[in-house]
C-alpha cells in the first residue's frame, strides 16, 4: 500500500465529511417563537448546515398531533430529524450538529474545552432556563397566548434571590469575550436562547455590564439575528 502523507488523509477525511453532511436529510420540527428552537436554527445556520424547516406551532396545539407524537413523544420542540435519526432536547441537538459539521469549531475538539462547554449547557438545563422561565413566564405565556393567558399585573421580578443568584453567576463568568473564552462556543448560543424574551420582559440591562456587552455580541452575529421572531422584537 503506498504511503499517503498525514495531512492528505486529513484533508480526504474532511471532503469525506463534507459530502457525507451533503448527502443527509435534515428537518428541524418546531417554531421560532421558541427559544430553544431559535438555539438550535441559529447553530446551523453559524455551522452552514443546510436544512429543512418544519412548523410545528406547539402553541396553537400542534405538538399534539398523532404524527408529531411519533418522532417526539412528548410533543415538545425542536426535533431534529437527520435521516433514520431522531434528536430531542435543544443542547442534545446542537451538540449533534457540532459534532455532525465535523468542524469542532463551536465545540472544541479535547476533553477539557468540551467539558468546560457542558458544564455551561448542564447549568442552562438546570438552573438557567427553570429560573428564567419562573421570573418571565407570566409575561412570556400572554405574548404567545394573549387571549388565553392574562396579562401580567406587575414588571418581571429580576430582583428575586434565585433570579440574582443565576445573573450574578452570569455577570461575573463573563470576563472574556464569550463564556469559555476568546472564541465563540455552544455555550453562547444554549445561555443566549432565553436571551429571546429579555427586551418584552424589560431585562435591566444596565445593571449588568458583562451580560450586556456579551447580548450585544451574540445579536450582532447574523445567524443569532437572523433567527429573531417578529414576536420577540419589540
Known sequence: MPYVPAPVIEKLCFI????LIMKKNIKIHGSLKSANFRKVVAVARYLGIEYSHASNDVYKGEGQTESYLSINKLGQIPTLVVDNDIITESNAIIIYLSEYSRTNELYASNPSSQTAINQWLFWESSQWQPVLSKVMGTHVGHKLLPSVLPAPTSPVDWDSPDCMKQMSYLE??????????ANISLADFSIAAMTTYF??????F???????????????LQSWKSTESQTWSC
Open 16 to 19: 469525506e465529511g463534507f459530502l
Open 172 to 181: 461575573s463568568s463573563l470576563k472574556n469575550d464569550w463564556l469559555t473564552g
Open 199 to 204: 427586551k418584552v420582559c424589560e431585562f435591566p
Open 206 to 220: 444596565h445593571a449588568y455590564p458583562n451580560i450586556n456587552r456579551w447580548y450585544g455580541s451574540m445579536n450582532d
